[in-house]
């Protein structure tokens, strides 16, 4: 008989240790709380297919979701392309993709300019050999960037990302994205949208004999191992746990929550509204927006990448909010209605005919904003004396969280498994931490946005 494993929750993170454990001989239980498999990659229905609640895309270096989709026959399924960046700030759209773009940017002045690609070309080597865990964002990028570039368009625009407390996170976090990010970059998108993904775990889990459970939300976690979806039990050697910390805390039994790590990482969540446009917007992938009015954030045009979905173009418009935020609060009409305003309002062509529908979507737990040094500070993936396994955005630091980084995580977590059952060895590729070294290789994954 093999090891029993109940692995919670069915994102990427969740669905990616399942599949590895159910074919390495695992009998694993999968319980997602939501209808859906496919966490913040879950789907809305539209016409007669499906479509991403949330903006998605593959980056060329996500080598561990890469591999994935290579064991379930889809790696060559994923189609590239260049993808370009506008910027729009008070209002008015500028491209942001070449050197010319940048010495034609006027919300800087010709010299902020010419220090913004200089030291941007340079930021990587910068990095290299200091202790950017340490050392606040902020910072690192005024005193490199400047007062007037710092105020008027880094804080505002990567600030959106953590909010208020953007400026705190450590420097590592933001030198790991741009490191790996251009302007003008590669993207992919899978033919047939990520749940085709979803789909190809869920049937791998399957047909190695796993069980996967929808609409299974866990109500209780014990420190034997054993879990509750309300009074059915489930019983297992080993537990992987890939729900957000504060969410497993809730659920956990009074013996084991004192066994849990004490790290308490506030969140950002999200407000996501997507747009079934008549007509296409600027073309870019992405186009950060600054000081023009508008609630959200940016605007992210799926279309330039995916190519329309039915005769319509996709368009995400999103802030990064605390779940506590009035805006996460608001009804979803309000907020329909005013962004709706505000995005016709800000490209000059688009018109209210345009806009066919607008659907909003929320997620509460999306990234952990990561205090100073966090690189010491991240919870371990064993808890201790108990069966129970981590595999949390909590863990993923510095990557930028994202399928890639969750892939990874599940990896590792895997790896874990197979040493407890088979022994140390057993695995290749065992070694998994060490991240120091990673990053100033420059490893780890860029995203979102
Ligand atoms: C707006 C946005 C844009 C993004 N863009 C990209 C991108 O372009 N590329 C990229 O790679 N990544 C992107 N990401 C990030 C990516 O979606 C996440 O990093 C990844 O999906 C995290 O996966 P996960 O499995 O770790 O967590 P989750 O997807 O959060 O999965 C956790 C699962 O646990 C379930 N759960 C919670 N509580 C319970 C319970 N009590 N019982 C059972 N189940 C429970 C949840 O329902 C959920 O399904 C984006 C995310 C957002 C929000």
Not at 74 to 97: I, K, Y
Not at 212 to 238: C, I, M, N, Y
Not at 300 to 328: C, N, Q, W
Request: aromatic share 8%; proline share 6%; with cysteine.
């Amino acid at each position: 008989m093999g090891t029993r494993v109940t692995v919670l929750g069915g994102g990427i993170c969740g669905l990616a240790a399942a599949h590895r454990l159910a074919r390495s001989g695992a009998e694993v239980t999968l319980l997602e709380g939501g209808d859906q498999l496919g966490g913040l990659g879950t789907f809305t229905p539209w016409r007669d297919g499906w479509v991403e609640r949330f903006y998605h895309c593959v980056m060329p270096t996500d080598d561990d979701l890469l591999a994935l989709l290579g064991e379930v026959g889809l790696r060559e399924s994923v189609a590239w392309r260049r993808t370009s960046m506008g910027m729009v700030v008070g209002g008015r759209h500028h491209p942001f993709n070449s050197a010319l773009d940048l010495l034609r940017f006027t919300p800087l002045r010709l010299r902020d300019r010419v220090r913004f690609g200089a030291v941007s070309l340079l930021l990587r080597r910068l990095g290299r050999g200091r202790d950017l865990d340490r050392l606040r964002t902020e910072d690192w990028l005024r005193g490199l960037y400047g007062d007037r570039v710092w105020d008027s368009l880094l804080a505002p625009m990567f600030g959106s990302k953590f909010g208020a407390a953007f400026g705190d996170v450590p420097a590592l976090y933001l030198w790991q994205r741009l490191g790996r990010e251009s302007n003008v970059s590669v993207r992919g998108y899978p033919a047939g949208g990520y749940r085709t993904i979803i789909d190809a775990l869920r049937r791998s889990i399957e047909d190695a004999g796993g069980v996967v459970r929808t609409s299974s939300p866990v109500t209780r976690v014990r420190g034997d191992g054993s879990v509750l979806v309300s009074d059915e039990v489930f019983e297992a050697d080993r537990v992987v746990s890939t729900l957000p910390l504060p969410a497993l805390r809730s659920i956990a039994d009074p013996a084991l929550a004192p066994l849990l790590p004490d790290v308490r990482l506030a969140y950002q969540g999200v407000v996501n509204a997507l747009f079934f446009l008549r007509r296409p917007l600027s073309g870019h992938y992405w186009a950060p927006v600054v000081r023009s009015g508008t609630d959200f954030d940016g605007v992210i045009e799926m279309s330039a990448l995916a190519g329309p979905f039915h005769g319509r173009h996709l368009v995400y418009v999103m802030k990064y909010t605390d779940r506590e935020s009035a805006l996460y609060r608001e009804d979803d009409a309000r907020v329909t209605a005013r962004w709706t305003k505000q995005l016709v309002g800000l490209y000059p062509d688009l018109t209210s005919a345009d806009v066919e529908e607008v659907r909003l979507f929320k997620a509460p737990f999306v990234e952990p904003v990561y205090p100073l040094g966090y690189l010491e500070h991240r919870p371990p993936l064993e808890v201790a004396g108990t069966p129970l396994l981590l595999a949390t955005t909590a863990h993923v630091y510095p990557s930028v969280t994202s399928w890639n980084s969750s892939v990874g995580l599940a990896n590792r977590v895997v790896a874990l498994l197979d040493d407890a059952v088979r022994g140390p060895g057993s695995h290749e590729g065992g070694q998994v931490e060490g991240a120091t070294d990673q990053v100033l290789q420059g490893g780890g994954d860029p995203h979102r946005g």
